[in-house]
């Protein structure tokens, strides 16, 4: 099983708003990642955590807050979002005792906001 | 800096053979990916590269030349379904991997 869920599918919200994305996985990756991708472009890595540790923040504004309550969940927190973060909110795992670093991507989540 | 190079778009018939080439620049190598990705959907692993030389499996093949920082990917007996985004991405170290630009391959009948 490669699968890893991402809830909810859509999100419209208003720039006021806190919401937040989640994403799990049973395939026992200890690394998990957050990456926002805009129409026509490549993902682009905001997060990474480590055995449930923060070991990335690609200097993500602070409306995005992530948190990892434990080795299968990792969650999104939004809030007071613009216009411009509007895109496609990819969530993937890894295991990181491989050095091939092969990433499994949920469906993500589409992120409107008005 | 970190580059990637893929051509935007492609076009090929059903039933013929695409090659989908990539060149890197890199800070750092640790292995070459190639992802599928539909519309609006999560790119899904197709293949890995570390050393150099081609890598078949089923319908894919991919091809890794270190010293030219090259790679490509190719696609045998093209099937509507594999119409889609096709990134090229480098593992540079770490939990790092710098995707590039996707190629949107069109498969007509």
């Known amino acids: 099983d490669t699968e890893v869920t991402q809830t909810p599918k859509h999100l419209v919200m208003g720039m006021t708003n806190k919401k937040s994305l989640k994403c799990e996985q049973h395939?026992?990756?200890?690394?998990m990642y957050w990456y926002k991708q805009k129409a026509k472009k490549p993902p682009e890595l905001m997060f990474v955590?480590?055995?449930?540790?923060?070991?990335i923040n690609e200097s993500v504004p602070s409306r995005f807050s992530p948190e990892c309550p434990n080795s299968s969940l990792l969650n999104l927190h939004l809030h007071a979002l613009q216009p411009e973060d509007s895109a496609l909110y990819l969530c993937?795992?890894?295991?990181?005792?491989?050095?091939?670093?092969?990433?499994?991507f949920g469906a993500g989540t589409r992120l409107s906001v008005l | 800096g970190q580059n990637i190079d893929q051509p935007t778009e492609m076009t090929a018939t059903e039933g013929a053979i695409v090659q989908i080439n990539c060149t890197y620049q890199?800070?750092?190598?640790?292995?070459l990916f190639w992802y599928q990705q539909h519309a609006g959907e999560a790119p899904t692993f197709l293949s890995y590269?570390?050393?150099?030389g081609l890598e078949e499996k089923g319908r894919f093949s991919s091809f890794l030349s270190r010293s030219k920082g090259y790679s490509y990917l190719l696609l045998k007996e093209l099937q509507m379904k594999d119409s889609a985004s096709y990134l090229c991405?480098?593992?540079?170290?770490?939990?790092?991997?710098?995707f590039g630009a996707g190629t949107r391959l069109f498969v007509k009948a």
């Open positions: 395939m026992g990756h200890r690394a």
């Open positions: 991405a480098v593992h540079t170290g770490g939990f790092k991997t710098i």
């Open positions: 590269n570390v050393l150099d």
């Open positions: 890199t800070s750092g190598f640790n292995g």
């Open positions: 993937a795992s890894s295991d990181p005792s491989l050095a091939k670093n092969i990433q499994y």
């Open positions: 955590y480590s055995y449930e540790k923060l070991s």
